[in-house]
């Protein structure tokens, strides 16, 4: 089955880059996904990129897409405190207008050092 | 924006008792869903919704039950409950491009 694979932990220091790794098995994904979690809350979207795409930037944060190899990431620029939280990579496919079941992977907790 | 809200942000139950966590959405999107979240085991779905009075079981759907008899609102039932299902529970509803948007999440504890 589909499967969506992330490391656990990073840790970095305030005002450095982060780059959050994924890799997903469906070579039918039409859309992947980045969300945040808090500490005691839901996810929140964060980003999505489509599967035609190789990159895609939105103020701090920028997807890069390796089709080929099924590998996501996400890089957050001039990382803040505010940041730190748990990361969730995601993949969807429409299979012939059924319900899409996203696929999440199980989550890369951001530490960020003052 | 759209709004997901989950109607209890924390509940502790005794076993055997039965248990509600009601999600309600104000974007009239069609599909709904279930998930339970365990450290280390990330999310799991539970049941999903395409529609009113249709659902459709997930990945663990044993030991739960949905409802949604209003377009705006996907219930969870724990029919009786028991210590494994103590969890975070998270629901969502899907937009036009697949992406899922969640409530704030609801944490059993199952004494």
């Known amino acids: 089955g589909e499967d969506v694979e992330q490391s656990l932990f990073l840790s970095v220091r305030e005002g450095d880059s982060s780059v959050i790794n994924c890799t997903y098995t469906?070579?039918?994904?039409?859309?992947l996904y980045w969300y945040k979690q808090e500490p005691g809350a839901g996810l929140q979207l964060l980003t999505y990129?489509?599967?035609?795409?190789d990159m895609k930037q939105d103020q701090r944060l920028t997807v890069l897409l390796n089709k080929k190899d099924k590998h996501l990431s996400l890089r957050i620029a001039d990382t803040q405190t505010g940041d730190s939280a748990i990361y969730f990579c995601a993949e969807g496919s429409n299979y012939g207008g059924a319900t899409n079941k996203l696929i999440f992977g199980t989550g890369t907790l951001l530490a960020v050092q003052p | 924006d759209v709004k997901v809200t989950q109607s209890s942000r924390y509940l502790v139950k005794r076993t055997g008792e039965k248990v509600f966590l009601e999600c309600v959405q104000d974007?009239?999107?069609?599909?709904m869903f279930w998930y339970r979240q365990d450290p280390g085991l990330g999310l799991r779905l539970i049941y999903f919704?395409?529609?009113?009075?249709?659902?459709e079981k997930g990945d663990i759907p044993e030991g739960y039950s949905v409802s949604r008899e209003k377009k705006e609102r996907f219930s969870l039932i724990l029919e009786s409950a028991s210590t494994n299902q103590t969890s975070m529970y998270l629901c969502?509803?899907?937009?036009?491009?697949?992406?899922?948007?969640f409530g704030e999440g609801s944490r059993l504890t199952v004494l």
């Open positions: 969502a509803s899907r937009g036009n491009t697949g992406e899922l948007f």
């Open positions: 974007m009239d999107h069609e599909n």
């Open positions: 990129i489509f599967s035609n795409m």
């Open positions: 469906d070579s039918s994904s039409t859309y």
């Open positions: 919704s395409y529609d009113v009075k249709m659902k």
